[in-house]
């Protein structure tokens, strides 16, 4: 098995532990919204760290497995725009390769100022307003730039398999 396969394999596995993991996470943001609601309406004391905390799981579980659907092509590409158009397979692999052109592009240009906001973060010890709790928002802005680096490297898996159907079709 060549090498591009075994990364790309392993690459996909990751990011499908990722997914699945972060899919026993809903669990833990429904208990924190019921205790929440039970507590404020019924109780009548809202917890102080119940917004954060479900801020953090929805925002967790919308950014980190972006890659996984990606890669399952559960998601808005250009060959959905143009499938009616019954193309061959070397002008999809055109699309395809070209959108993970522009895909690996603006995730690498996100990547840096999501890193410098990380950083500014980190050495401010920058904490949430939006709470009495007031935890620490690092943890919250280290998961952009993970998730532009997961991007990226799944749009690179894109690119080389494109090209390798590129390179099929033009032997054929």
Do not use: C
Not at 37 to 53: H, Y
Not at 55 to 64: A, C, E, P, R, V
């Amino acid at each position: 098995m060549p090498l591009f396969d075994k990364v790309s394999l392993w690459f996909e596995s990751f990011n499908a532990k990722v997914e699945s993991v972060l899919q026993y996470s809903v669990y833990a943001l429904v208990a924190i919204v019921t205790l929440e609601v039970f507590v404020r309406f019924v109780l009548g004391m809202p917890l102080i760290w119940a917004r954060d905390s479900m801020l953090w799981f929805y925002s967790t579980m919308l950014l980190l497995p972006v890659a996984y659907y990606y890669s399952r092509g559960t998601h808005i590409s250009a060959s959905d725009l143009v499938h009616s158009f019954n193309l061959s397979e070397s002008t999809k692999a055109t699309l395809n390769l070209i959108n993970n052109i522009v895909l690996l592009a603006v995730a690498a240009v996100l990547i840096n100022p999501a890193m410098n906001r990380l950083m500014v973060s980190l050495r401010i010890g920058e904490t949430s307003i939006l709470t009495l709790w007031r935890p620490p928002l690092w943890p919250f802005f280290i998961l952009i730039p993970i998730t532009f680096a997961l991007i990226s490297l799944q749009a690179l898996i894109g690119i080389v398999r494109s090209a390798v159907t590129l390179l099929k079709e033009d032997a054929k």
